[in-house]
């Protein structure tokens, strides 16, 4: 008997599977319209809600024209109501109007649910179609609030992105092409982001040593935590910088009354400075806040974004990303560029690539925003090692070098340390490192004549290091008043005199010259040998017109590899001899 129940009721069960699939496969789009506009006509037929809200699951079999019909009749039908639904934490009273209100609006969060999965959703390949769903989550984003920007929807939005393990690459391009053009739209997203940094929960995951490198796929929690923190810049780097306006323009935004009106103004408590009484205001409204009181509250989330990011553990292809990018995209635009102060430190203390790549906003801090660094000088003369040379980001590095060396006020000591250093670095660098060298050292040189004693003069005898046959420069000395770089000369220099590379020959006959007197002599740009190679060199010999051609002939038909001269007492025969 047990055994004839079951097989009956696997045979019912089947039967009704079979119809639900005969169902999907009689439907047409027809019915999935026809449900819409009963929907839209009258309160009774109000149990089509639930069913359009089936068609959105990609999971089942529908076809997409039945999810996109489905989508549009909600959007119509959600679109009136939102001002009058309730929020989605209240409780309905006892009133059967709350009860459907309070129903609606669950049915409504649902909605939106399924339009973050949609725009995520990697089996969404249609792109007009994702497309066409953000378009209608925006909707809801700009109206969802009794008529204002919905920031809680959004929140989610945002929080889906950062979270997805996905490829959202087309997603987000679509989100910055579109949506962050609007000042309101950026607004709401730095206040996402900073919601997002202060609450995540992440392992150290900065990559600073190569030997970590070997044990990060040991830890699934760590790899988590990076995705996360590379989302989050991902994200928060393509949101473009607040540009600055006219008098007489405006700010483009997706919901024109809200945060940036006078209403939500007076009504937000986290927002502090006053608004100025004589400001321009939007033409398109009189209660939207004057441009630059927008420009303040966007530099304030705009800074609390990028601060809450930056004390993430990042790992370090992240890293380096941020400091290449952080002097000319975050520096501008925050409210008090000082905060960064403690992350640049740190990142130059740490050495090698890091600290070149952390030295371009370092010195933007020191030279337009008055921070004073004492070990600047410290940590730059521990920079300058061969592997520089060959580095990817030398040529801002040495137009940096140059720039931080070119104070009249420098002591000396300091400048002679710097010019031994770079001396001694030109016997084993490149051709194109030697002449950045000779560079830097002529405009040393030219800018502090009181290290001019470093030059050799053989004119006035033999200087104290030929006479001893020992230079007193430490090279391995880290203190710069201790290198007894004043006590030495410039011999290296001297070497390149013969250097095997013409154009490094050519080029230090320019130190001959009396770089005291400087009414005769100009400063040498960097920039132009900063980033120079072995093919530039190479181009450039080319390039250049030789008047005279050194020639080597022999007149006569020689008889030998070498002549009976070059090597005295030697005899040379053939093996047939």
Request: some cysteine.
């Amino acid at each position: 008997m047990t055994s004839i129940q079951s097989s009956s009721k696997k045979r019912k069960n089947k039967g009704l599977g079979d119809n639900n699939k005969r169902k999907k496969k009689h439907q047409d789009l027809s019915d999935v319209r026809k449900l819409g506009e009963q929907l839209l006509s009258s309160r009774a037929h109000i149990n089509n809600l639930p069913l359009l809200l089936n068609f959105l699951d990609l999971k089942s079999s529908y076809p997409r024209e039945f999810l996109l019909e489905s989508l549009l009749s909600l959007q119509s039908f959600f679109t009136p109501l939102l001002p009058q639904l309730p929020s989605s934490s209240a409780k309905p009273t006892e009133d059967p109007e709350s009860i459907y209100q309070t129903w609606v609006r669950s049915k409504f969060d649902d909605f939106v649910q399924c339009l973050i999965q949609l725009a995520l959703s990697p089996s969404l390949d249609e792109e007009a179609l994702r497309e066409v769903v953000m378009d209608t989550l925006m909707e809801c984003v700009k109206v969802g609030n009794a008529g204002t920007f919905h920031s809680s929807i959004y929140h989610k939005f945002i929080h889906s992105l950062v979270y997805s393990t996905e490829e959202y690459d087309t997603l987000l391009n679509l989100l910055v092409t579109k949506y962050f053009k609007y000042i309101d739209v950026r607004y709401f997203t730095y206040i996402s982001l900073e919601k997002i940094t202060r609450t995540l929960d992440v392992k150290d995951c900065q990559d600073t040593d190569p030997e970590s490198a070997n044990t990060k796929l040991e830890s699934p929690a760590r790899a988590s935590g990076q995705l996360l923190v590379c989302n989050i810049h991902h994200v928060i780097s393509k949101i473009p910088p607040l540009e600055q306006l006219g008098e007489n323009s405006e700010y483009e935004m997706w919901n024109g009354s809200g945060v940036f009106s006078k209403e939500g103004k007076t009504k937000s408590k986290k927002t502090k400075g006053t608004e100025e009484k004589q400001g321009e205001v939007k033409k398109s409204s009189n209660d939207v806040a004057s441009s630059a009181n927008i420009s303040k509250k966007m530099k304030l989330k705009f800074s609390k974004a990028w601060m809450s990011f930056l004390r993430l553990p990042l790992p370090i292809d992240v890293y380096k990303e941020v400091l290449v990018a952080l002097h000319q995209t975050v520096i501008p635009y925050l409210s008090n560029p000082i905060l960064l102060c403690d992350f640049l430190t740190r990142s130059y203390d740490i050495g090698g690539v890091i600290s070149v790549m952390a030295l371009s906003s370092l010195f933007v801090l020191m030279t337009e925003h008055g921070l004073e660094y004492p070990n600047l000088y410290v940590k730059l003369y521990a920079l300058l090692e061969p592997s520089i040379f060959i580095a990817k980001h030398r040529a801002k590095f040495f137009q940096l070098l140059d720039s931080c060396l070119k104070s009249p006020l420098l002591p000396a000591y300091l400048a002679a340390s710097f010019a031994k250093k770079l001396s001694r670095l030109a016997l084993t660098v490149p051709p194109s490192g030697g002449l950045v060298i000779i560079a830097l050292i002529h405009n040393l040189l030219r800018r502090h004549p009181s290290i001019n004693c470093l030059v050799h003069q053989e004119d006035d005898g033999e200087t104290e290091t030929v006479k001893s046959g020992i230079d007193h420069f430490n090279n391995e000395e880290t203190d710069l008043l201790k290198t007894n770089a004043m006590r030495s000369s410039l011999w290296e220099i001297d070497t390149l005199r013969h250097h095997y590379c013409p154009p490094v020959s050519r080029f230090v006959l320019s130190l001959e010259n009396d770089l005291t007197v400087r009414s005769k002599t100009t400063e040498v740009a960097i920039k132009d040998f900063s980033s120079g190679s072995y093919a530039t060199i190479f181009k450039e010999e080319i390039r250049r017109r030789v008047k005279q051609v050194p020639l080597a002939f022999n007149k006569t038909t020689p008889t030998s590899l070498f002549s009976e001269t070059d090597f005295a007492g030697w005899i040379f025969q053939s093996s047939d001899c």
